[in-house]
């Protein structure tokens, strides 16, 4: 069994050992070496001839769509179930804390797929029921300030956040953050997850010729690696909000900022909500309303200069 630290949970992961290591390539930072009590959250990966309990359910609602597959939410039981195919499926109960994956092959695509969207649906909701909100974004710190990137998958979230890290930018994570209530008001918890890049945005930066030029692990959509081992970024385990950023490519030159209201923010970030079980999902809801009202709200149009997207969010979260 591994053993992990997640913001004051313990989180623990058992079954196939290869999927289990998979996931640890994501998980490394927050490994625990004291495995006390009993673990908050369980992750039990199997692999082989399909066994009782994963069969699509005959009821339950679809509450999110998968580029090929179904997520479907059973209120009478509170269960969460995840096809992606005929060959790889999760069943979650978010409250007690237990999520079971599972794939038929044992393919390099099924230990992403585990490693990935079939483990992060499940964690993400076993968290929203324990005050620990999700939000699809990379997240940095300058200044003591956070600098939030959101925004759907191709906007070039990742690319920014290399050029700021590199840049000397603290890193809190590159593509998932938690939110949580505080004495002194709403804080950002860091997921401090591998970068997982296409060869387009590796080839920005001169330093990553030998990882674009090395083998892409098998099933793996796209090259990894870890921030604060490349650039050594330093990790920020939490942090106020601070600037909330929504990048778009522009194709053009220089990089421009234009402000938001919190309004417009929240809209575009409450997308990412499952809609599962009522009171969590709207406690998620009210904790993305805060994060927004306590943030400077901006829309970035990323220029193919990203010096220029750097200097503008760091001359503004110096402010």
């Not at 993400?124 to 759907?152: D, I, P, Y």
Request: hydrophobic letters at 45%; aromatic letters at 6%; one cysteine or more.
């Amino acid at each position: 069994m591994r053993s992990y630290d997640l913001h004051g949970l313990r989180l623990a992961v058992t079954g196939w050992e290869e999927a289990a290591a998979a996931l640890h390539c994501r998980l490394e930072p927050l490994a625990s070496r004291a495995a006390v009590g009993e673990p908050d959250l369980v992750f039990e990966i199997g692999v082989g001839p399909e066994v009782a309990g994963f069969e699509r359910p005959k009821r339950g609602r679809p509450v999110y769509e998968p580029p090929a597959g179904e997520v479907l939410f059973d209120d009478a039981v509170d269960r969460i179930w995840i096809g992606l195919g005929p060959d790889r499926r999760a069943v979650c109960e978010p409250a007690r804390g237990r999520a079971r994956l599972w794939a038929r092959h044992g393919t390099g695509e099924d230990l992403w797929l585990l490693s990935h969207p079939l483990f992060t649906l499940p964690l993400v909701e076993m968290l929203k029921r324990r005050g620990l909100w999700a939000l699809h974004a990379a997240g940095l710190q300058w200044n003591g300030k956070a600098v939030v990137l959101a925004g759907a998958s191709g906007a070039g979230k990742s690319t920014l956040t290399l050029a700021l890290v590199r840049a000397g930018f603290g890193f809190l994570g590159d593509d998932t953050l938690f939110l949580k209530p505080g004495p002194g008001g709403l804080r950002l918890l860091a997921f401090p997850d591998e970068v997982d890049l296409t060869d387009e945005t590796a080839a920005f930066f001169p330093e990553l010729a030998p990882l674009r030029a090395g083998p892409r692990r098998e099933g793996w959509r796209k090259r990894r690696l870890r921030a604060e081992e490349t650039y050594g970024a330093p990790l920020a385990a939490e942090v106020a909000p601070g600037l909330l950023v929504f990048p778009r490519i522009s194709g053009r030159e220089e990089s421009a900022l234009s402000s938001m209201e919190p309004g417009e923010a929240l809209i575009e970030l409450a997308s990412n909500v499952l809609l599962t079980e009522p009171a969590s999902s709207q406690a998620h809801l009210d904790a993305l309303a805060a994060l927004t009202a306590a943030s400077s709200c901006w829309r970035l149009d990323t220029g193919r200069d990203l010096a220029s997207a750097v200097r503008l969010l760091r001359d503004l979260a110096e402010r």
